[in-house]
């Protein structure tokens, strides 16, 4: 929180960066941003970028390599730049019971913009207090949202002087948007869906009978069929765990869920692929199915699994992302247009040369394909294995 303050101070006094959306667009706020943890959730523009690298949330419309570095200097006309934090009023200085007025004073106060005029209303049900001023370089916007009690969710966004207008009602759907989850509420919310998941065991009706977790989402499908996400467990694993770590976040994507529980030790990968082509035409009989392909999570064995069957039968694939898979598979040819995902932990056993060389003669040879070393992480799933799925899973 420190380093975000720091942040703001630096926005207030040197003037901030920004996207590139026409001002007049009305922009749709197509997309949904969740935090890990579920306890934030927002609308926000599908053509915006977001970045959750740094300690808050980053939102604008400048290219994904810009937004995190941009200056004052290469600000351009049409540009509007977001930053999004919690914060309680001990971050700034304040005790326990503040309302969300307090929060803003004390912020303009400290940036030298006391004489900004302090509004307050209601978004949904968050009572929410913000300035806006122009310094020499921008227009600045700065918002305290009420999420819980002494915890807000605090915005600064700034554009060009004269621009800040047009962009106020997306900020301000974005705000109305946004909903806060207690620890409390989470762990309620994930007992239900573990309960959910529980009830959710179906098998294949074809020998060997296949277990696998099928969640469906509440919406209508989309024109191509539901979105579909199969996630492939290690060994010793089942499909009961990958289920619930990714089931929320896909179905809240209005995607179907797949989660089969397969037996390495008793079936080749050729013998588990028809295992999964034949779960796949069960589940299809009953809802659509994208007919663009699947996306296909592997963790450790069930990346090598998920690899080979997109090797085999890329036309059911559009989209493949594995976490710590001892073998890469040859993928297929470049006439299948697939986006590829290889992810491996810093201190993961399986991160080999070998493994990360086949990525980088993929990305030569003009695949699209990603290639990471996680730091700080080992043999395990990952926050940005999660987030690169629910990503291709939303295209």
């Known amino acids: 929180m420190r380093r975000f303050l720091l942040l703001i101070l630096s926005v207030m006094v040197f003037a901030l960066p920004m996207w590139s959306v026409s001002a007049q667009e009305d922009i749709a706020l197509d997309a949904t941003y969740t935090s890990p943890d579920g306890s934030v959730i927002f609308a926000y523009p599908q053509a915006w970028t977001l970045n959750?690298?740094?300690?808050w949330i980053t939102l604008g419309n400048l290219p994904a390599?810009?937004?995190?570095t941009a200056t004052p200097a290469t600000l351009a006309d049409g540009q509007v730049l977001m930053i999004i934090s919690t914060l309680e009023p001990s971050d700034i200085g304040l005790e326990a019971g503040t309302v969300a007025e307090d929060v803003i004073a004390a912020m303009t106060e400290s940036?030298?913009?006391?004489?900004?005029?302090?509004?307050?209303?209601?978004?949904?049900?968050?009572?929410?207090?913000?300035?806006?001023?122009t310094n020499e370089e921008n227009d600045v916007l700065l918002a305290a949202i009420t999420v819980d009690v002494d915890l807000y969710i605090l915005v600064i966004a700034t554009a060009k002087p004269g621009e800040?207008?047009?962009?106020?009602?997306?900020?301000?759907?974005?705000?109305?948007?946004?909903?806060?989850?207690?620890?409390?509420?989470?762990?309620?919310?994930?007992?239900?869906f573990v309960r959910e998941v529980n009830d959710s065991i179906f098998e294949t009706a074809a020998e060997p009978n296949t277990p696998y977790i099928l969640l469906a989402p509440e919406g209508a499908p989309a024109s191509t069929g539901y979105r579909t996400l199969v996630v492939v467990h290690g060994y010793g694993g089942r499909g009961l765990e990958m289920a619930i770590m990714f089931g929320?976040?896909?179905?809240?994507?209005?995607?179907?869920?797949?989660?089969?529980?397969?037996?390495?030790?008793s079936y080749t990968a050729e013998e588990l692929s028809a295992q999964l082509i034949q779960l796949l035409e069960e589940?299809?009989?009953?809802?659509?199915?994208?007919?663009?392909?699947?996306?296909?999570?592997?963790f450790s064995a069930g990346g090598t699994f998920a690899s080979y069957f997109t090797s085999q039968h890329p036309e059911m694939v559009r989209g493949l992302i594995v976490e710590g898979t001892p073998e890469i598979s040859q993928p297929p040819s470049l006439d299948h247009q697939i986006v590829y995902a290889y992810l491996y932990g810093a201190t993961d056993p399986y991160l080999s040369q070998s493994n990360m060389e086949t990525v980088q003669v993929m990305r030569e040879e003009g695949y699209a394909v990603i290639g990471e070393i996680i730091p700080n992480s080992g043999h395990n799933i990952t926050e940005r294995g999660q987030e690169l799925t629910l990503e291709a899973l939303a295209n």
């Not at 959750?52 to 300690?55: H, I, N, V």
């Not at 390599?65 to 995190?68: G, H, P, R, V, Y």
């Open 111 to 133: 940036l030298d913009a006391a004489d900004a005029e302090i509004a307050t209303e209601m978004l949904g049900e968050k009572a929410t207090a913000y300035a806006s001023w």
């Open 52 to 55: 959750t690298d740094a300690e």
């Open 283 to 298: 589940v299809e009989a009953d809802y659509p199915l994208d007919d663009r392909g699947i996306v296909l999570y592997g």
């Open 65 to 68: 390599e810009d937004i995190l």
């Open 164 to 192: 800040m207008d047009a962009f106020e009602p997306t900020i301000l759907g974005i705000g109305t948007s946004l909903q806060y989850f207690s620890p409390e509420q989470r762990l309620a919310s994930m007992q239900d």
């Open 248 to 265: 929320q976040d896909a179905r809240d994507s209005n995607g179907l869920i797949i989660a089969p529980t397969f037996d390495y030790d």
